[in-house]
């Protein structure tokens, strides 16, 4: 039992812009979470206990561009930074913008069903009022002086 993505994929990149601004970009995306439960779906070992150690795979939440919605986790974010040489002093500026598409990141589910008759058949439904991974669409600005 774990609650690791079995699929992860996260890129990144920055690039020189005019008047020596500096892009960057990071885009993660990710497979659902797996939720680890203890729950009786009629399975009896040896030992006679009710409920059992499970891991539940979610549904996923998302698209991201094209395809379905296989995706647990999504972001981009988007950032611009320029340095301002004043004599010995350094001035750094800098906007992020985090989850640029104001993606859902669900991670709470509610579990209509984990099976019956010692067969494990979870059935879960999105919980639109519960918790979200990461942050909504946030815009910050940073400025730092080096000297």
Do not use: C
Not at 100 to 116: A, C, H, K, P, Q
Request: charged fraction near 20%; charge should be negative.
């Amino acid at each position: 039992m774990n609650d690791v993505p079995k699929h992860r994929f996260v890129a990144a990149g920055s690039i020189d812009g005019p008047w020596n601004t500096i892009f960057g970009l990071k885009i993660v995306l990710e497979t659902p979470r797996p939720l680890n439960e203890v729950r009786d779906f009629g399975a009896r070992p040896p030992d006679g206990s009710f409920a059992q150690p499970i891991a539940i795979t979610p549904p996923g939440t998302g698209s991201f561009l094209i395809g379905g919605d296989i995706w647990g986790y999504r972001t981009v974010d988007l950032q611009a930074t320029k340095e301002f040489q004043l004599g010995d002093f350094a001035l750094t500026a800098r906007v992020n913008v985090l989850n640029v598409f104001d993606f859902e990141n669900y991670t709470t589910f509610n579990i209509v069903s984990v099976g019956s008759d010692g067969v494990l058949d979870p059935q879960l439904e999105v919980n639109p009022f519960g918790d979200i991974l990461y942050v909504p669409r946030t815009m910050s600005f940073e400025v730092s002086m080096r000297f």
